[in-house]
């Protein structure tokens, strides 16, 4: 098993540079929580540091890991979507679901721990560039040094390791399990009374209320107590992933959104990206996901700390909540950036043979490159403005606890400054991509 993992990397090496990729910057910022929190419980740390040194990775470590493995997921199955030619020839030699699934998890595994050892030396760099800047900031004492200690930082990369190992099972689970001959079988009966993704959408539900519900509980707050920052910033990543985990929906409302202004439009391209939506959704769902969860969390922490600032508070408390509220944004921008790209390079690499075929019946490169980008503006669009909304609901409850004004929570530069990056990273990628492999696809 472990040969046949093995062989395999020579013919799916974008895939395996994709999911190493992810493994490594996910190795690198888990890391460097953990070595935060080494230099924290380190004996010559600083009494009155100690605290912020331990709670600080504690709490973004948690979300770190969280962020890590659902983008592996993502990554994983757009890579795997490729080869159900593939899988589907091992199942019909004789391969089981479980062989399958086992073989890929193997895989995974194994790119990943090819990231191990420059994962474990960045991640040390990027916690001493962090434990640096907030010295240089006046939030510790300069007595205490940057001491991460070699467990703590191993146990990281070790994490990561077994985020990237579940994330390969769950990623391979259903394309493990689909019949090899599942294009020439009749579907499935569903069963009465049970409709597809309802826990899927219940799951989503749960999570948006439990984040509402915790930025809704500082209205009961004083407006000076720090536990308004900590209410409302997992609150915004909770309604976020809750709307990310909606990301079918989404994408149905995009089609829908397409398919009204090309009805206003009449363009051949718009009726053509139309009709892959409704065909190919799950083509520009990891888009849908990624960019949703970006500008969920990056606008709702930006707008959370504008409001922070316009309410005065420049105490010492206030300016390490600010860093690591700035610390957060640039922390999810990197990561998201990243696995958008691979997912959308993977992705989009996967439909030459479309592109060819879409030539051969008279489909100019124009054409199809406005196609493409019609798709990913129209998955945009309602990525922008699910992931807006909900960081809006989110920090509402907390501008009125600070300000009394609800329309600081609408404050534009945030929401302005974060669909910029999100929108220029999906429409700039795509376009560029698009056109190299609309370009070279061969009919």
Not at 48 to 69: K, N, S, T
Not at 85 to 104: K, M, N, T
Not at 201 to 223: C, F, Y
Not at 274 to 297: H, K
Request: charged share 10%; glycine share 12%; net charge positive.
């Amino acid at each position: 098993m472990l040969k046949l993992a093995i062989r395999s990397f020579a013919h799916h090496r974008a895939g395996a540079v994709a999911t190493g990729l992810v493994a490594l910057v996910g190795m690198i910022l888990v890391t460097a929580m953990t070595s935060l929190l080494g230099t924290g419980l380190a004996a010559g740390t600083a009494a009155a540091d100690r605290a912020f040194l331990v709670q600080f990775p504690l709490i973004m470590g948690g979300w770190v890991i969280a962020i890590v493995l659902f983008a592996m997921v993502s990554t994983i199955s757009v890579a795997l979507g490729g080869r159900a030619g593939e899988i589907a020839g091992l199942r019909l030699i004789g391969a089981s679901p479980h062989q399958v699934q086992r073989l890929l998890v193997i895989e995974t595994a194994a790119v990943s721990a090819v990231a191990a050892l420059p994962g474990l030396a960045g991640g040390h760099l990027a916690g001493w560039a962090v434990m640096r800047g907030i010295r240089s900031a006046g939030l510790t004492d300069p007595a205490s040094v940057y001491a991460p200690g070699m467990l703590l930082p191993v146990l990281g990369v070790l994490v990561v390791l077994a985020a990237s190992v579940l994330a390969a099972w769950i990623g391979s689970r259903a394309l493990a399990r689909r019949s090899p001959v599942a294009d020439a079988a009749p579907p499935p009966r569903r069963r009465k009374g049970r409709r597809p993704g309802g826990r899927r959408r219940l799951a989503a539900v749960s999570m948006i209320v439990a984040g509402l519900g915790s930025s809704a509980a500082v209205l009961g707050m004083d407006p000076a107590d720090v536990r308004t920052t900590a209410m409302t910033g997992p609150g915004c990543v909770l309604v976020a992933v809750g709307l990310c985990v909606l990301a079918p929906e989404l994408v149905a409302a995009a089609n829908a959104t397409l398919r009204a202004f090309r009805g206003a439009d009449g363009a051949a391209s718009s009726h053509l990206a139309a009709i892959n939506l409704s065909a190919a959704p799950d083509r520009v769902r990891p888009a849908v996901t990624f960019l949703t969860l970006f500008v969920g969390v990056a606008a709702g922490t930006l707008s959370m700390q504008g409001i922070e600032n316009s309410a005065g508070t420049a105490d010492g408390t206030g300016q390490v909540l600010a860093s690591i509220n700035y610390f957060v944004v640039a922390l999810i921008a990197a990561f998201m950036g990243i696995a958008l790209t691979n997912n959308l390079v993977a992705s989009i690499t996967r439909r030459r043979t479309e592109f060819a075929v879409m030539s051969l019946i008279g489909s100019t490169r124009a054409q199809t490159h406005r196609m493409l980008v019609g798709e990913m503006a129209a998955a945009t669009a309602v990525s922008v403005a699910a992931g807006s909304g909900g960081a809006f609901l989110s920090v509402l409850p907390f501008a009125l606890v600070k300000t009394g004004n609800p329309l600081l929570a609408a404050a534009p530069l945030p929401y302005a400054l974060t669909i910029l990056i999100g929108a220029g990273v999906t429409l700039g990628v795509s376009s560029l991509v698009g056109s190299r492999v609309i370009r070279t696809a061969s009919p």
